[in-house]
């Protein structure tokens, strides 16, 4: 099993919906949680980190964690073609040799339709 | 946030040479980290950059093949030596600002091509 796991997609969504992009990870004692944005060609951008069960909204942006189901995901209202790139899930490992670790999911391509 | 830049912002390298990148960042930061892309993958972390020692590596890389520096809170090198057209990546520096469980913050990175 991959320590970080997401659907590679491409998920296609109209403008003006709401796109759901999904995560799951392996390890349970896991405590912060984050989703960057990468545009082809661009190094990652970080848009949302979460800590703490529930939701947690930023503009038009929410990440929902659950840390019982080991699963954390990102919501995109009113979405946009500008959103059209790439989401990286990564969530902080606990590792015996290295203390904590950030580790990437594979990333969501997601495409807004204008 | 810090802000965080790479040198160079791409090169094309010849077989069997070796490239030094170089990270500064304009404020001091805890931690930095160097990181691969390869073409259509995710981010593999290379390895920690620890200010005055060793760099601690992930299962993968050594010393060898990438050489990595800190001399202080600001500025990390990642040389990457001895170059095959298998090293052909986007080679990322990051930073984490503050103490505890503080998100990382990308640099522009290294678009490296060998051939």
């Known amino acids: 099993q991959k320590e970080v796991e997401q659907n590679s997609g491409p998920l296609s969504v109209p403008e003006g919906a709401i796109a759901s992009l999904n995560c799951t990870y392996s390890?349970?004692?896991?405590?912060?949680f984050f989703w960057y944005r990468q545009y082809s060609g661009k190094s990652p951008e970080l848009i949302m980190s979460?800590?703490?069960?529930g939701d947690k909204e930023d503009g038009r942006f929410t990440a929902q964690l659950n840390k019982a189901s080991q699963y954390v995901s990102l919501l995109i209202r009113d979405s946009q073609p500008s959103d059209s790139a790439t989401y990286l899930c990564?969530?902080?490992?606990?590792?015996?040799?290295?203390?904590?670790?950030?580790?990437f999911g594979a990333g969501t391509i997601l495409r807004v339709k204008s | 946030s810090a802000v965080i830049s790479q040198k160079p912002s791409r090169d094309i390298c010849q077989r069997g040479t070796s490239l030094t990148i170089q990270c500064q960042v304009d404020s001091q930061v805890t931690m930095m980290f160097w990181y691969r892309q390869q073409p259509g993958q995710s981010l593999t972390l290379i390895a920690t950059a620890n200010q005055g020692s060793e760099a601690t590596y992930e299962s993968g890389f050594v010393i060898d093949k990438f050489p990595i520096s800190r001399p202080n809170l600001t500025f990390s090198t990642l040389t990457v030596s001895n170059m095959s057209p298998e090293d052909s990546s986007i080679y990322l520096c990051?930073?984490?600002?503050?103490?505890?469980?503080?998100?990382?913050?990308f640099g522009d990175g290294t678009r490296l091509s060998i051939l």
């Open positions: 390890d349970r004692g896991s405590q912060s």
């Open positions: 990564a969530v902080n490992i606990r590792t015996r040799e290295y203390g904590n670790k950030l580790v």
């Open positions: 990051s930073v984490i600002e503050g103490w505890g469980n503080q998100p990382q913050h």
């Open positions: 979460i800590y703490s069960n």
